[in-house]
């Protein structure tokens, strides 16, 4: 075991993590722990764009921009916290494109903008063009950008190293700290892929920033390492996470296979169209259409599937049709995507419609953190010097649907927003004393998951988990779907405590931590399922047939999920409240 | 149900809607780096297959049905990450991004690290070196003058001049199918000259003379022979030679 002592430790090396590392290393010493290489992070993944009131190709400002967070969000949003990443927005891609990201251009050399859904002109009169992008790689661009400024100040990255802990001055997994308390963080667990050696990292301050869990799910956008590590680690160590029952799916995933087409695509032109070849959205969404929100749209492919409208031999997807467009223009707008059709489908763009169909993409909750990324253990109280940005954590900007593009601004503000408050920690807070053996919990996981001589394949839970979310806590919800869920992930849950792996190596054995990763998944989704069950109304992501409208007056609340000892032994999930932030904007109904 | 029963296989073809699936053999080049006498050989592995899997979804279904001992990268699954670049059927490419049904099923296909860089167990190599590469070349907007208080002005003819060498991930398919690469461990490579192309070509940046002193270098660009293996085996499909071309070229009349 080796023990290392860094100022900041930031766990994670995608777009909030590397933000976060600019910044904080400026100022503090400062390590980055990532299990993959920085520049495999699925930020690259990330297409259509980054929305800032920029005004450089119509009038627009920031205020317009928290408006169509907050009510894209269900009003579930945490007002204040929207206004921050709106106004700071403008400043968040002038700093990119200093830092030499590639915007595409306007004629005058200004940052080129694109319409994308649910971001309007004053207050939802029409779509308004507030994407700053780089074609339909965005994401790339930020991620090669954020990586090179990292290597400019040479950055310390520890690369394939899994955090598997994370250590605090108090045990809050019974719940019996009370409020008020001074809590503290004082450092992390890390595994080393390469060697199998475990290394305690000790730091005053540490940054979550390691992603979604996709991976829950069957049909995903997400990276096979989108696993929920962060939220998973955080949970299990007694920090609340919040409103984890909102999961956004993505319309357009490819048919069959998740993988992500942008809504980019509709952006420039893009139809969606069923098997009539009706331009459906006109029904469901008649002033904005195929640019409603994400919710709105995969609520409404899904139902035109169920009632018989949808394409194919199996009349179980919609058509993308991009036909009408200029090859020239999709050439330059759109090129990855269209060639994801190509290769992944066999599907030519240009003139045949794409089949489409909705992909679980997105995280709306994850830690719950303050405007400055400070991580709540409770509705009040901070720990000190731990801190979320990103996917892992719920600021609340996101709320019951996050609006495309602003994944990639959140990482932005909020990631540069937990560098400077991390490193701001470190320099005032007193060293913590690590607690007695900080290995010996993750020692012992490893050794059980890779001695138990024989036992359940990981494939098998981990296949039969996401199936289970797939079928029962999708786009569509109700009472018996999420019972049938919550029984079948408490089942998986006793089965994961039997599996065992094959690879009974120290060195490179990803045999091992694809089971240490499906016990993540395993937790977050009984997290998720527990929320939504509890929440009896529709919002946002979160539908439920059975309660098919949304209730402000029963459930305009953040739901806060503990993970705690249950009376039978195990763990069970206990489910509080959180008062949504109010500023500006009343709750009004949702139409576009 | 009688008809299934007595003749199953007939009605499992007819199927309605039924994915056709066909079997596939992987040839796998393996090594365990802790084994009593560690030494590469080949092993085997024959799963069934559907027509829109890729060598990957083969690669993952051995892994999590055979043999969880085989190692590999991977992360995106879809030709972004970089993470799964390999030797498959003598040609680097993205195991993501391979088609079994493009690759002649009825023959084993063929799977090993990428040449040049140590192995470290299976088809994972050590990338340190290829990074080590890339960080020499500054890659990374060298900009002079006062900040500006909004964004830099750059024409669209300005952007698309470096467009192509934008769309690296630093996969290593072409530095790794480069003959020099694998006689020379020394030689930059073609990732590393990409990534100066970015910057050099960037109406923005004003590091060019370092970088091309830097890959003035007797390891630098003047190494590439010009075989166009790189171009071939870019996932992203960047026109790496012509790449190297330009920057050689800008090396003698220095205008970029």
Redesign the interface.
């Known amino acids: 075991m080796q023990t290392h002592q860094y100022d900041v430790v930031i766990v994670g090396a995608g777009g909030a993590g590397m933000r976060a590392a600019l910044e904080s290393s400026t100022r503090a010493r400062t390590a980055v722990l990532t299990k993959l290489y920085p520049t495999r992070s699925h930020t690259g993944a990330a297409q259509g764009g980054m929305c800032a009131a920029l005004a450089n190709v119509e009038e627009d400002n920031w205020e317009w921009h928290t408006f169509d967070t907050v009510k894209g969000g269900d009003y579930l949003v945490d007002q204040d916290a929207a206004e921050v990443m709106a106004k700071e927005a403008i400043d968040a891609v002038i700093d990119l494109e200093r830092m030499g990201l590639p915007f595409n251009r306007t004629p005058e050399g200004r940052i080129d903008q694109r319409r994308f859904g649910g971001h309007t002109r004053n207050h939802g009169e029409a779509a308004v063009r507030r994407s700053c992008y780089a074609a339909d790689r965005t994401g790339h661009m930020i991620l090669q950008t954020l990586y090179q400024q990292c290597v400019k100040q040479d950055v310390a990255f520890f690369n394939e190293f899994y955090v598997l802990d994370v250590l605090l001055t108090h045990d809050l997994t019974s719940g019996e700290v009370a409020d008020g308390e001074q809590v503290q963080v004082s450092g992390v667990v890390a595994y080393e892929l390469a060697t199998g050696e475990i290394h305690v990292f000790r730091a005053k301050s540490v940054v979550f920033a390691t992603g979604g869990a996709g991976k829950i799910y069957k049909t995903t956008s997400n990276a096979h390492t989108l696993t929920g590590d962060g939220m998973a680690l955080a949970l299990r160590r007694g920090i609340p996470l919040e409103d984890m029952e909102f999961f956004q799916f993505h319309p357009t995933g490819l048919a069959g296979l998740g993988i992500l087409l942008s809504e980019a695509a509709r952006g420039e032109g893009g139809i969606l169209r069923n098997s009539d070849g009706e331009r459906f959205m006109e029904r469901y969404a008649p002033t904005i259409k195929d640019l409603a929100p994400r919710d709105m749209v995969a609520r409404a492919m899904a139902n035109e599937v169920r009632e018989g409208r949808g394409c194919g031999p199996d009349k179980d997807y919609v058509l993308l049709d991009l036909t009408h467009l200029e090859p020239a223009h999709i050439d330059a707008k759109l090129p990855d995507i269209t060639e994801f059709a190509r290769t992944y489908l066999g599907v030519e763009p240009y003139t045949e419609p794409v089949p489409v169909y909705p992909t679980a993409h997105y995280a709306m909750g994850g830690i719950p953190t303050t405007i400055d990324a400070e991580v709540l253990r409770n509705n009040t109280d901070v720990v000190g010097g731990l801190f979320a940005a990103g996917e892992v954590a719920c600021v609340s900007v996101h709320g019951a649907n996050r609006l495309g593009t602003n994944s990639l601004l959140d990482i932005n503000v909020f990631g540069k927003r937990a560098g400077i408050a991390a490193a701001r920690y470190a320099t005032e807070a007193p060293w913590v004393d690590l607690p007695e053996d900080p290995a010996g919990p993750v020692v012992g996981e490893i050794e059980r998951l890779r001695d138990q001589a024989a036992g359940e394949r990981v494939a098998d839970v981990r296949r039969e988990l996401q199936e289970t979310m797939d079928a029962n806590a999708q786009v569509f919800r109700t009472a018996d779907s999420l019972t049938q869920a919550m029984d079948d992930v408490t089942s998986l849950k006793k089965r994961f405590a039997a599996v065992s792996v094959q690879d009974k190596g120290r060195r490179f054995n990803t045999d091992l931590l694809e089971a240490v990763e499906l016990g993540f998944l395993v937790d977050l989704a009984e997290v998720v399922v527990a929320g939504a069950l509890a929440r009896e109304e529709s919002r946002g992501g979160h539908f439920r047939e059975d309660f098919p409208t949304r209730d402000d007056e029963k459930f305009l609340h953040h739901t806060m999920a503990y993970q705690r000892p249950a009376a039978t032994g195990g763990t069970e999930i206990v489910l509080d409240h959180k008062p949504v932030t109010m500023t500006r904007y009343q709750p009004m109904e949702r139409k576009y | 149900m009688t008809a299934v029963l007595e003749n199953p296989e007939a009605d499992a073809a007819t199927e309605?809607?039924a994915v056709p699936s066909f079997d596939v053999t992987l040839r796998v080049r393996r090594f365990?780096?802790?084994a009593d006498e560690p030494e590469a050989y080949w092993e085997e592995f024959t799963v069934t297959a559907y027509g829109?899997d890729r060598v990957l979804d083969a690669l993952h279904k051995v892994?999590?049905?055979t043999?969880?001992?085989l190692?590999?990268?991977?992360?995106?699954?879809?030709?972004?990450?970089?993470?799964d670049a390999m030797r498959i059927n003598g040609r680097n490419r993205l195991a993501c991004?391979a088609?079994l049904k493009d690759l002649d099923p009825a023959k084993p296909i063929v799977v090993e690290p990428i040449k040049g860089l140590p192995v470290?167990?299976d088809l994972?190599v050590d990338?340190e070196p290829f990074?080590a590469s890339?960080?020499e070349i500054?890659?990374?907007?060298v900009?002079g003058g006062p900040?500006?208080s909004?964004?830099?002005?750059?024409?669209?003819a300005?952007?698309e001049r470096?467009?192509d060498t934008?769309?690296?991930?630093?996969c290593a398919a072409c530095t790794t199918s480069c003959p020099v690469f694998w006689t020379d461990g020394q030689y930059f490579g073609p990732a590393a000259i990409v990534n100066a192309h970015r910057?050099i070509f960037?109406s923005?940046?004003e590091g060019g003379a370092q970088r091309l002193e830097i890959l003035n270098d007797k390891e630098g660009v003047w190494r590439c022979r010009t075989v166009f293996n790189c171009s071939e085996a870019c996932p992203r499909g960047i026109e790496v030679t012509k790449a190297i071309q330009e920057v050689k070229r800008a090396m003698i009349t220095r205008a970029f």
Request: a positive charge; glycine letters at 6%; hydrophobic letters at 30%.
């Open positions: 309605v809607g365990n780096p802790e829109t892994k999590w049905e043999d969880g001992s190692t590999f990268r991977r992360s995106c699954a879809h030709g972004i990450c970089g993470s991004k088609l470290i167990k994972v990338m990074f890339y960080r500054m890659p990374f907007l900009a900040e500006p909004a964004e830099r002005r750059q024409s669209p300005e952007r470096y467009d934008t769309k690296c991930i630093l910057f960037d923005r940046d």
